[in-house]
DNA sequence: GATGAATGAGCATTCATTCAT
DNA sequence: TATGAATGAATGCTCATTCAT
């Protein structure tokens, strides 16, 4: 027992093979993604990955769970200071998309398994919950604020705002200008609190 | 040579095929079924399916430009007559839902394959702004009887809404209740008009 | 449904297979022998051996219920009518070895394996068991015409006798010539039948 | 360069692995035993059962040496003074299952993989032979006695005894009960003592 | 000596596709 | 037309073995 190093080691080699999967996985989907590629994309060997995860399915549920994990102390700010609604809105826009990049096609990968995964589905759920909560505070402070009307429905806005954004990385998955997209979300964020105001 | 024929007996067994397959990709995935799984739940032999559609990806696109061709021609309203925009609101997500009944998933299997397939991808795009198109004139007409603002962009409205609605089938495949999507929808369509009227 | 062919074709090509593995089996051992070299045997592709056993195991087992199937209706006539006991003895040996030709190997992985799988543990007890009443009936008739002191115990002998045949397939498989073997043989029975009668 | 040595110390950690790789052959056979099974149960690395054996083969071998060696000083009177037969190979049958005790599996192991390993195969035929002499001696004794008659096949008969015992033990192996066999074992000496003496 | 992370050849199994009937 | 037996390329996973520490 006399060699001791590494054991955060492991750690950071974990890190290091979900993001290399999740690479993988959001360029090729899940299925066709072949365990040797994402060893390669490592430089290491098939074998390896399975000292860590002990199969595909085992290192996607890593990789759900990592994704969830991170994005659930994100307390960033939705709605910046500023008085102007629209460029507001954009900002919001760009601050998520740049928080997500890369991950649309993944995460459409997870919302497809889940449909066939309890335990998947069910963690799904629950982060999504922790993420309109989030949203919903946001929009309580612009509330008090008097930026949106007190009749309106404010839990129903925030799910509908995350859900907004979903349907925009659908577009921007098939090829729709971001541009357009974000067009439509400032349009949608606009006239909604035009109405709430 | 047992068989009668007919001319129309062919694309009435295509047709068969192609639900028989969306089914069986809706509950398994694109991937994760099998063409013999298919092949049995219409009572066929795997060796027919080829007759029909050259290979498995084949039958995938058949089932995509399926379900583009039947949308096409669907210009159902959008918006009843009604003034009352909340009850209008409900009408309009059921409408939808009832017409898109249990393609969710097929749907999103189309969105991420198409993030691998160009063909795909543009059929989609193509599909996708017709929808749009559609979605503008609906808009347009309650526009003119002047229940939006003549300042609302009117596009990125109708680009917001149909990705509001994909965004909330995603929210239903990870097992959110329906009835909370409803309220999203409806509170964001009744802050919507509300701003812009 | 037009095409009717192939009904027993199956079967056949069922045997086929299990013949070929077990000379595989026989050969290089259950372990180590690869589903192609069964394949290869048979000039088929491994694929097919799927058609027909569902694993490798299954495959195994195939070959057990086979074995013990042929054994079961064997009523060969141990002791032939002779009264010289040594040539018969050598004669009966002769016979069982004629019979079992090339499967000790295979039989002895079987017995091994049963220590570890209770279902195959059991069929061979049971089968094992038709075979010493077989013997025992052998050696009661022995018995009658006096052959055989009234007051041996016939049921031990019986289970001896396999076990001695057994214990000399061992003998065989670790090099020891078969005339030694066969000299073994003739001399405990011989021993045996003179203490008997 | 924590450890310390000694020069018997080698010794004794080669034998620690013998014994536990023997117990884990036992129990999961040669090819299903993985090396790191057998480290675990020593507490050891699996890097440091190569330290030992250059291989798994090796290792094994290592075992056959090992038992065989074990066996070979073995000179166990097999026969005791009684003049009662049947108690006398009751004790026989006893003596040697309790020398044996939990090697069965591991012999025929050894026996099966002996049909593709010369090597192994020469080691086993020449401590057969061992094994042979001695039983030899034992019955000439008994002979000399006048337990035996003088035209019985004392070679023949110790070959015999040996492969009977063999043959119980693959019955011990398919679930028979132990009573049985010795009641072959016994019904057997009997007869042939009876008919030799 | 001892360790255990890394390796990669090896293999069972699957499944889209073909084709003789 | 329809069949389904046959195919074989493709791939997830295992495990004996090595080697830097």
């Not at 290091?16 to 490592?42: C, V």
């Not at 096609?105 to 963690?123: D, F, Y």
Request: proline share 1%.
């Amino acid at each position: 027992m006399c060699p001791k190093v590494t054991e955060l080691h492991k750690s950071e080699v974990r890190g290091r093979i979900i993001r290399a999967a999740m690479e993988s996985f959001a360029q090729t989907g899940y299925d066709k993604t072949k365990m040797d590629d994402i060893a390669k994309r490592l430089g290491l060997s098939k074998g390896t990955l399975y000292l860590y995860f002990k199969s595909k399915e085992d290192l996607f549920f890593g990789i759900c769970e990592h994704s969830m994990e991170e994005g659930k102390d994100d307390d960033s700010k939705l709605f910046t200071k500023k008085e102007n609604a629209a460029s507001d809105a954009e900002q919001i826009y760009d601050n998520i998309r740049r928080r997500e990049r890369g991950n649309d096609r993944i995460i459409l990968e997870m919302v497809v398994e889940s449909a066939r995964n309890p335990r998947l589905r069910k963690a799904m759920h629950e982060y999504r919950q922790k993420v309109h909560d989030h949203v919903l505070q946001e929009i309580k402070k612009k509330s008090e604020d008097g930026f949106i009307r007190k009749d309106v429905d404010v839990n129903g806005i925030a799910v509908a705002l995350v859900a907004l954004y979903d349907g925009l990385a659908i577009n921007r998955m098939i090829g729709m200008s971001d541009a357009m997209n974000k067009r439509a979300w400032v349009a949608m964020i606009k006239a909604m609190i035009a109405g709430s105001s």
